[in-house]
């Protein structure tokens, strides 16, 4: 199993900005798709962006042209930049390889006024 630990997440205003972050444990971190979830309350927890090793990326349509996601696979750290904030972006936000269940503590991101 990877254990992943977030961080970066916060209290930020609608339309502003947060650059999350998770590191993996495990040497062959790179060989895995890793996907940032969220999960609001009330609400099942939902995919809004994922990674292979070689780069491809894919967004929920929520999302799309907000978010961006990005890895440095020497650090096992992925991220999530964040952009124009919406309301209904807040959630749990966290990390797992894609397919599997690496759930963590995750960070919490809140966007209000």
């Known amino acids: 199993q990877v254990q992943f630990v977030e961080s970066g997440g916060g209290l930020v205003q609608p339309g502003g900005s947060l650059r999350l972050s998770c590191t993996g444990s495990g040497s062959i971190f790179s060989i895995y798709v890793i996907g940032w979830y969220r999960q609001a309350p009330g609400k099942q927890r939902e995919l809004v962006a994922s990674i292979t090793g070689g780069g491809t990326t894919n967004y929920a349509d929520s999302v799309k042209g907000r978010f961006t996601i990005s890895r440095v696979n020497a650090k096992n750290t992925v991220f999530l930049e964040m952009n124009n904030l919406k309301p209904e972006d807040t959630a749990v936000y966290c990390c797992?390889?894609?397919?599997?269940?690496?759930w963590g503590q995750g960070t919490q991101v809140t966007v209000s006024s």
């Open positions: 797992s390889r894609v397919g599997y269940n690496d």
